[in-house]
């Protein structure tokens, strides 16, 4: 794959910057876009419905599957697309971490999502230094009609966190497959409405700057025996590296003291087959445990 160039790069932090978005096109070749395809296709069959239990914030007929390292490789990939790893340093800093890894497949007749920000899990007073970003990897084309993420251009700006009795004006990010959306933590957005008989399919990748804690546990969801099996890019991105004094172990960078500990590492591939086992059990757990209405 061609790199972009640093005026690319560039463009493109500065957009974000300015309208709390922006859109690579032509970023996800053929191939890795298949791959996403086949390993969607076999979450399904192994976890079917996805991971979380429907909910207004989430969805209904929304399927997202959550601690996709412990799944395919081709994940692994996802997480450190060398288009996508420049920009995030440009926009969270050097040391930035990878925070979450969720699929986003929008069902047939699912409503609008609320709009919201993803930086709102810290909650931290407006302005701030920008703290997430999160991108949208487009696996099918997203329209209007299937529920395109809508955003608020330069709300990342405002003061304030959007209140979810107001409504906003939003513009849709419409964008062809193998297309991704960037979308930074302080920016109001929220997945549209399908009004299609087909499913919009896509990725929610987060990042977050590397003095936050992760969204998702990627620290405890992913064996060191099993992060010792990754490539360094996403080794750094999960906590191999110290972001100024914060993540070391003994006073330095993770790495060394975890090749004490694991060498190469191995992928334990009974950890997945009881993980999978557990599915509905998950499923039954989070629904007892959601308020009802």
Not at 38 to 65: H, K
Not at 92 to 97: E, I
Not at 232 to 240: C, Y
Request: with cysteine; aromatic share 8%.
């Amino acid at each position: 794959m061609v790199q972009l160039s640093s005026q690319q790069i560039d463009d493109h932090i500065a957009a974000i910057s300015q309208n709390g978005y922006t859109i690579l096109l032509d970023a996800i070749d053929e191939e890795l876009l298949e791959r996403i395809r086949t390993e969607l296709d076999r979450l399904e069959r192994v976890r079917p419905g996805g991971d979380i239990a429907p909910a207004p914030f989430s969805g209904y007929v929304t399927r997202r599957w959550f601690d996709l390292l412990n799944d395919d490789d081709v994940w692994q990939q996802v997480a450190v697309h060398p288009w996508v790893l420049p920009i995030m340093n440009g926009v969270l800093g050097d040391g930035f971490l990878l925070s979450t890894m969720g699929t986003a497949v929008i069902g047939p007749a699912e409503k609008a999502q609320p709009i919201h920000v993803d930086d709102g899990v810290y909650g931290f007073p407006r302005p701030h230094p920008d703290l997430v970003c999160n991108t949208m990897w487009a696996v099918e084309d997203f329209t209007v009609e299937n529920g395109a993420t809508r955003v608020v251009p330069g709300s990342n700006n405002l003061e304030c966190d959007p209140d979810f009795r107001e409504s906003y004006k939003t513009v849709p990010l419409t964008m062809k497959a193998g297309s991704i959306a960037f979308v930074v933590g302080s920016c109001y957005h929220g997945a549209g409405a399908n009004q299609t008989d087909r499913d919009r399919v896509g990725l929610t990748i987060n990042y977050c700057n590397g003095a936050m804690r992760q969204q998702e546990n990627l620290m405890l969801g992913v064996h060191p025996e099993r992060v010792m099996t990754f490539p360094a890019a996403l080794q750094d991105i999960l906590g191999f590296r110290m972001c100024g004094g914060a993540g070391h172990l003994f006073a330095s960078d993770p790495r060394s003291e975890m090749m004490r500990h694991y060498g190469a590492g191995n992928k334990d591939e009974g950890y997945l087959r009881r993980r999978n086992g557990l599915h509905a059990q998950r499923l039954a757990a989070q629904k007892a445990t959601r308020p009802k209405g």
